[in-house]
Each structure stands twice: as structure tokens, then as C-alpha cells.
């Protein structure tokens, strides 16, 4: 059993929880994800890493309620325990493979929409530990919804934020501060967007101009977690690959993204999901892993 060590609630439908996994917490890096079941008979729940604890022993996920699962999930308080708590699993990030001088004289900016902050921190974390710097943009619809981003400022990064309605921050886009950024004269040598499928190609297609390496995180598209509902297929480039196992992290220039967002919304019809388990069939890859 994994016992829930602290939990807090950062949003409205926005939760996190400090889970004790001392095996998971020793492994893990900053891109990975771990799946969560609540029992027995739970749904393998996918849920990206916001931090880790080697001293600690703890995990840290955060998780939207959008589901009848995760709705559950977010009943339970610290001294309760999850079944399963399975990882890490997928590909981290690969900045963490590159040369730490070569990383340092680089500068980052990482743009993250609603929940998509909490993939980002574990990064931004990782970097500034290692002196490399950083700038963060926060997207959010309000100010209620705007997450870690003192969390992100005590880490020592420059941060951003961006709301729909000016109740936080700026109003506005997030792709328009990352404009107003590089026109203004900063230099970045990689940009990182995750969120919402939407944000994160208008923020490829602005960074193609400029010829910036871009970093995306198919996360949302991911369902279960298992290996093997094909949910998560996307086309990178001229291949054809899968976010659980290949990724969650691709070249943000090389996403079909349209094609991605169709297969997301398959997921919300009836019909939709009659062809995906038809898809099931006839493939041998896998899915999974998001921020639910």
C-alpha cells in the first residue's frame, strides 16, 4: 500500500498529494509518470510526477477531477492509501542526459498551461538546481486557477502569468508573452510547452519562426496507462509513434497536431471509442500517462 502522506488543494477540481514510494521516489525524473490505482478494482489512473523526494521517500502528483476516478481520488486525505502505485514509467526529459556546462550556458523558457504547471516544475526544478537558467510562463482561464507558481519563483525561476479575464497577471495569451519575449531581445535556446493540445501547437508554430527547439508533452492524450489501448498514437514527422512508451516528450516541430486533438476528442463520444477499441486490436504499442 502507498499511504497518501499530505495532501492539498491548489485550484478549484485541483489537488495534490505527497505519496509515500520510496522505490518510485529513488528512480524517477523530471518527465516521467506514475499510474495510480485506488484499490482492487480502480481505474489505472496515469498521472504525470510534479516532484520527488529521495529523503523523503515521497511522490509528488497532481490531478484535476474530471472523472467518477478522479472525482474518488480526490476524497481521500493524508493516512489513506492507494493499491497501486506503479513507476516511473516513459522517457525523461532529455535535457537531463545533455552536458551540464552545455546546459548552462543555455537559457530556457517553459510555457504551461492550467495543470500542465505541474509536469513543469519537477523540470524547472532540475535545471535551476544545476544553474541553468530559467523563465516560466503561467497560463490560466483566472486567477483561482493559476497553480505553483510561487513554488516555481521560490526555485529561483522568472515567472509569467498570463490569464483569460486579467483577474492575474496579464490578460491575455500565452504565446503573446513568449512573442513579446523574443522580439524584446531574449535569447532561448529550447522551449518547453505542456498543456492544453490547442496551447501547445500555437506555441510550436510560433517557435518554428523563430527556429527555437521546441519541447511538447503529449500527456493529455494519454488514457490508461496499460500499454496497450493505442489511445496515445500520434504522427512525429514521417513515423508513426506512441506517447506512452516513446514519449511523453517530442519534437514540437514534428507533431501532427490536428490529428493528435481528433484522437483526444474520440474519447468523448460513444462512437469515438467504439473505433479506438477497434484500433485495440490490430496494434501491439502502447498509451498512457496525463494530468486527469
Known sequence: MFTIVEKRKLA???YLMDVKASRVAKAARPGQFVIVKMNDKGERIPLTICDYST?????????????HSTTEMA???AGDSFSDFAGPLGKASEFVFDDIE???KQRFVFVAGGVGAAPVYPQVKWLQQRGVQVDVILGARAKDFVILEAEMQALGATVYVTTDDGSHGRKGLVTDVLKELIDGGTRYDQ???????????????LTKIYNIKTTISLNPI???GTGMCG???VTIGDETK?????GPEFDGHLVDFDEAIRRQAMYKTEEGRCLLAAEKTSHTGGCCGGNR
Open 191 to 205: 522551449v518547453i510547452a505542456i498543456g492544453p493540445m490547442i496551447m501547445m501547437k500555437f506555441v510550436a508554430k
Open 75 to 77: 476524497n481521500y486525505n
Open 231 to 233: 489511445a496515445c498514437r
Open 12 to 14: 478549484a477540481q485541483i
Open 102 to 104: 552545455a546546459l548552462q
Open 222 to 224: 494519454m488514457v490508461d
Open 242 to 246: 506512441f506517447a506512452c512508451v516513446d
Open 55 to 67: 529523503e523523503r521517500e515521497t511522490v509528488t502528483i497532481v490531478f484535476q477531477t474530471l472523472g
